[in-house]
């Protein structure tokens, strides 16, 4: 249910999107006097959310063992980060060098100044990546485990593979700045049976084990946090959570865990299910007024699972698939906004395409409703997802001939691949793939227009034919012509509903970078106020690789908590 909201909720435009799986936010308390207010509960810090952010955060901060942290989380703590591929983003680590792979932090902020851009300060993605190679030996401790082989393939996922090339290191645009290395640091599993399974899991599990047994720390599941409580200086000073008692939560276990089920999302059963969840914790959740001596870290996660805050922030990428649980609904960054925080690259959201596997896809070319190309497209699936929705309307096709398409058909049939990359590369192949004897009949049958599809080719042809370097940066490794009928184009839009385009939201709550604490619009800390993970813009936001926001998610979590444990 919408509110009027006045001053620092007033100014933020998305505060009242909700959904039917949404969390109300409502406009901060102020008190005069925190320590004359009732309180039901009190700690040093409190952390919102519990995915990798946020147990990072409240690990590092119960380090020193004189804090006392809560940990709230909407469900049993994990959040997107259980649901992902367990994949970290690092440079110069033992993992590597087990492997044979020579790199260096200075190597690895070389090559992110290609995907953060301006948006990160260059002295904050060198810290980043300094900082990288001590995040495996942390997690290792808190029972996470990540090792070798390594995998040379181009490859959205490897599927027994541990280190791999998960970005853009190998493009022509990235070798300028740095020497390729493989980064992309997948979890191990626990029971070696579980290698082809999907990763986030086995890194998720032991964190949230090694969080729990903490003398210092407490865990809060099945918990909201709706309402901040500011003093009259306006420093974060409490919240107001809402917390499940026994017997609801265990109901509201079972409907969010089959919420986040593949085969109930299929039966479309996971929806009820969420909406069932939601309606306990409206109607079953107690009121708890903690009051926070320290800080707040907000961690929530981002806005990919409230539709309504996504056409309104980011209408472009309505069709995107999220990828996440009903928790990343925005709730996170409203209690930012609420007291003032400032918020940038909300109409961002990463959303990734791959055109690998099958890696033969790569040496076609994309093209858009114009018959046009739109990408190199060699590089990383957030880089054609962004070309397919930022410019072409939600739309594409992969445009390849009669040898190509026998070499996609064999790459399809490559073991390594794992269950869902089979049953998407099944699905575009056998669904949405459109053959024609000639490339204007070809045009035709996908909509486009038959002149410009047809000089789109004969350029990428001639510049192969006269070894002119290629219009977009791919390298001659990934070119071939494309001169032998039939042809075939495969859609790459948001339509495919068997072979969607995945995404999070890369936008959230502007941060100091030193400290991670929220600034307000004018660049000021809000004292007793953090954020991290995809609450925050953080080292993703410009451009996602695999891994970098999981990493980022460790990095922004020690920035909060080594910001806290100094106060």
Known sequence: MSQDVTGAAADFPYFNDECSTSIPVSEARKVDDA??????????????????????????????????????????????????????????????????????????????????????????????????????????????RFGGPLSEAKTSYPGTKFLYYSGNEKTLAARKLATPAPRGHRTLPANPADVTAMSGGELMRPLLASLTSKPNIRL??????????????????????????????????????????????????????????????????????????????????????????????????????????????????????????GTDRMNIVSAWRFLYPPATWVKGIAIGPDGRRIVNEEEYGARTGEAVFERNQGLGWVIVDRPLQESVEQDAKDPELLSFQKLTTKAALRLYTKAAPTLERLAEKIGVPADALVATVDAYNRSIRDGEPDAFAKSDASRKPIETGPFFATDISWKPKLNPISGVTMGGLTVNEETGAVLNADGREIAGLYAAGRNAVGLCSNFYVSGLSLADCVFSGWRAAESLKAR
């Open 35 to 144: 320590d004359a207010e009732a309180w039901d509960e009190t700690c040093d810090v409190l952390v919102v959310g519990c995915g990798l952010a946020g147990t990072s955060a409240a690990l590092r901060a119960a380090e020193d063992s004189t804090l006392s942290v809560l940990a709230v989380d909407r469900g049993e703590g994990g959040g997107a980060s259980a649901l992902s591929g367990g994949v970290l983003y690092l440079g110069g680590t033992r993992v590597q060098k087990e492997c044979g792979v020579e790199d260096s932090a200075e190597n690895m902020a070389a090559y992110l100044a290609h995907e953060t851009g301006t948006l990160i300060r260059p002295e904050t993605v060198r810290r980043f990546a300094d900082q990288s190679a001590s995040f495996i030996p942390w997690l290792e401790t808190h029972g996470a």
């Open 220 to 341: 809060s599941p099945h918990t909201t946090v709706r309402r901040l409580v500011v003093d009259g200086e306006g420093r974060v000073v409490g919240a107001e959570m809402w917390r499940l008692p026994a017997g609801p939560a265990r109901k509201h276990r079972f409907l969010m865990r089959m919420g986040r089920n593949m085969m109930a999302t299929i039966l479309g059963a996971a929806a009820r299910a969420s909406r069932a969840a939601t309606r306990i914790e409206h109607e079953q959740a107690r009121l708890v007024r903690v009051r926070v001596r320290r800080g707040v870290v907000l961690s929530a996660g981002g806005f990919i699972f409230n539709p309504t805050m996504v056409a309104n922030a980011a209408p472009k990428y309505v069709g995107v698939a999220g990828i996440g649980t009903i928790g990343d609904d925005g709730s996170g960054i409203k209690l930012g906004a609420s007291v003032g925080g």
